[in-house]
């Protein structure tokens, strides 16, 4: 019972500062994230475009994920851990949702560039896919027309996948 005390006892002494690197690994990686964040909110906050100011706090967030999922793989590597099949299971999880969830991004990264290059403003009359009306709002999903007391959500793909027309008034 003593052999094996003393057997475990040297294993954490030979685990020990490859756990310590680990964490601080982890550490870097986590305060990276943070401050990636911090930075491009505070830059968020100065844009007066309130649009501009979603698409780059979603940016951040996306930044602080992915920093935070290097850094844990980086750590489970420093320890010893084979990550290759963490790696690769990642990749295979990310295509998976991306493909069931294209619609959904699709219509996110164009109300991304929509948000950023303002091809169309709150307040004037648009005509695309076979709606028209006055925007209204612009968000990250969709943009709401209204036009004879009816309000009409357009999916953000469907206005950068076709042409918009902006009607005079």
Not at 38 to 46: D, E, K, L, P, S
Not at 118 to 139: C, D, L, Q, Y
Not at 152 to 161: A, D, F, G, K, R
Request: net charge positive.
């Amino acid at each position: 019972m003593m052999a094996h005390a003393h057997a475990l006892w040297q294993q954490a002494q030979t685990l020990a500062p490859k756990l310590a690197l680990a964490l601080l690994i982890f550490a870097i990686f986590v305060l990276l994230g943070r401050a990636v964040r911090f930075m491009v909110g505070r830059i968020a906050r100065a844009r007066r475009d309130s649009g501009a100011a979603q698409a780059l706090n979603l940016a951040a967030s996306a930044a602080d994920v992915a920093l935070l999922f290097a850094g844990m793989i980086t750590a489970l590597g420093t320890i010893g851990i084979d990550v290759s099949a963490l790696v690769a299971a990642l990749g295979l999880t990310g295509f998976a949702l991306g493909f069931a969830l294209r619609d959904a991004l699709s219509s996110l990264l164009a109300g991304c560039l929509i948000l950023v290059y303002h091809p169309f403003r709150p307040g004037e009359k648009i005509s695309v896919a076979g709606s028209e009306g006055t925007v209204v709002e612009i968000n990250l999903r969709y943009t709401t027309l209204e036009s004879e007391g009816k309000r009409i959500l357009v999916p953000n793909s469907v206005l950068y996948t076709n042409t918009i027309a902006i009607v005079q008034n």
